[in-house]
């Protein structure tokens, strides 16, 4: 059973619908506050510009002391912003005081603002129009409704003024050489000049407030589809993961285990389990578990057609239950709880012929899957039900192999027993132990145990074939096998033979080559080159040449056995390797031969990794081409050692010959 | 010189048959066992001069058992008396299979090993070896 971890658990990105909209406005005030006030810096600077202009450049009178004080007054009270804003930043304020910042900078540039309209001429004054700029920051920083009230007040505000100006309340301070005639006290431009600065300050707020709106509607649905894009990708890399892990092995319990540890923790959830049907179809066995009690596993059988849940599910469906309290789905309604399962949600695993059982996810909060977690361990489901079939097909195939190689054992054992007793009788009266014998009886004694001896020799091959085949998934060859050694080892063997007819037998190996090592068993390399000489051996007429070559080619090792012997027909090259093949001119050449050697050769190169290329020309010769793969870095670094030592204990590398 | 006697422990009648004759024919007495457990109660009444023992009867590796009790080291052994018996074992173990033995691993308490199908020359010239004509 595989246990979560703690860190397991919420693997999800955080959701923006917890944060919301809320979160977004006071981001974007905070981060607006500082913006504010490094604008304010060159509102305050153009302030004290534009009077030292008005009086230098245009030669016009204003009261400059008073408007030199508005403009240091602004860099003043923004300094105490700016420094005030700092530490609220440095010491992580809340959001919502950074509001009441904002408030009070809009509140003191409404006050500057209108100071400055005052001494300019009030109503006369074309700073009239600068108030836009500060509709649009409020507009900006507060809702509508704020926009609304701070354009309401910049009214108030011009119209108290140019009222009280208007009464001369307050006194009129003008520009002097502005205007040809004031005009603050002519009721009709004022009433005008009021008029339209009151629907621009409307019209601006609901604007640019409208504006905003869209554009925080807008930012906050980008913010939501990419915090569900990261939350997609990261489902998508975690099936992924799983998919490749699950498809990288083939043993049925490690799949199992995969798929509910990738799909607990791609999900993020407390647990998952997968039960699968047995044999007989009657129950629900628990394989494969994560981040469940052993007691609530324990506790009692799953009927696949009694259990309404597993019914449901097993007939295709997934099924979401949001609250396992209140579920009359549930078999084992206390179990559960007593677990602190709240929420289900179970896929069926389909199998090509039917269902094979159920992949289920566990959570422990009530209503935790949503339509899309049903989609997704749909997904995981259609994906696993493929990797547990293929392994299960694996698994049959291996206990069929070893099943079938068991008894290709016995039956060859069986086989081999009578064939070999019935031999060795004979042999008992032909050597004369139960008397005499006459020539004749010898004769057909001998000519019985060639047969029995060729029986014998069909039934070894076919006992090798089988074991070749049988073996090709299961057992992997490491051992260290130097092909120096074994080539030579295998034509000393055919050294008498190959010297009986006359054939010149030569093993060619450069003298400054490197050793050459591969993979393999040692009977399997002897095997494969036993045939191959015994092959061109016989094959080969008397006085002819068997030249046996081994190099090094690219990352391959390369064996050649060349003969000048009957070669093979054209139209027999494509049967060359199909069991019990021989050639004609073969079987004419030598009559007895099983035709499983080269089959039986081939199988094992191409077990080895390897290749076997066979060029011939008959009546001239053949060239059989092994080519076997060198073993990896990891593995060279032991060669030289041990290639070293053979070195030494086989100093004889040069070519053998036989006349 | 008193005739050497040998003990045959096999369980096919057949290849027990082709041992024996050749045996018998140059003079030697044999007395036959198809069992290990007979073969064992036959080591101890016999007292065998050379047994040839099939590798394979009950399970493959029936055989090695056989003779690891009867050439085992250990003084307080029933068979101790037998340490030195040789021991021929009858090989029917193909190429392929997995154990390959051979008399020179020193572990294995056998003398000769005979690939089945016996040669009657060959088996009177190693069972010679031991003990003589």
Redesign the interface.
Known sequence: MVTPSDSKFGGEPPDIRHSGRRGLVEAELVSSVAWLIRLRWIAGVGVIISTWLVGVLFNLQAPEESLYLIGASILVYNLVFFLVERQYKRASIPVSKFGQLALWQVGMDWLAMILLIHFSGGIESPAILFFVFHIINASIFFTQKTAFAFATLAIVLLTGTTVFEYFELLPHRAIVGFLDAPLYQNGLYVLTVLLFFATTCFVTAYLVSTIQERLRQREEEVLILTNNLRRLTVRLQALNQGARTVSSTLELKEVLNRLVTSTAEAMGVHACSIRLLDKSGSQLEPVAVYGLSQEYLDKGPVDPIKNPLAKKVLSGQIINIADALKSPMLQYPDEAKKEGIRSMLSAPLMGKEGPLGILRAYAIEPNRFSSEDAQFLATIAAQGSIAIENAMAYQAIESLDSAKSQFI?IV??EL??P???????L??IS?G??GDVSPQQVDILNRACNRLAFL?RLI?DL??LA?VKTAVSIKKSDELVSLDEALQKVVKRFEVPAAEKRISLDLIIKEDQEPITVMASL?EID?IFNNLISNAVKYTPAGGNVTVKLSKADDQGEVVVEDTGIGIPEDSMQHLFEEFYRAPNAKLLVSEGTGLGLTITKDIITRLGGRLNVQSKQNEGTRFIVMLPLPSGADKSEIPDVTKFNVGKTPDRSPTGFV | MSQKRILLVDDDPDLRLTLRLPLEAVGYEVVEANSFSQGQKAVKEVKPDLIVLDVMMDTATAGFQFALDLHSPDPDSEFSEFRETPIIMLTAIHSTTPLRFSPDDDFLPVNVFLEKPVEPDILLEKVREFLGD
Do not use: F, G, M
């Open positions: 054992r060859t054992h081999r027993s064939v070999s007793v019935s031999r060795s009788l042999r008992t050597a132990y139960v014998q070894d006992l090798d074991a009977d095997r």
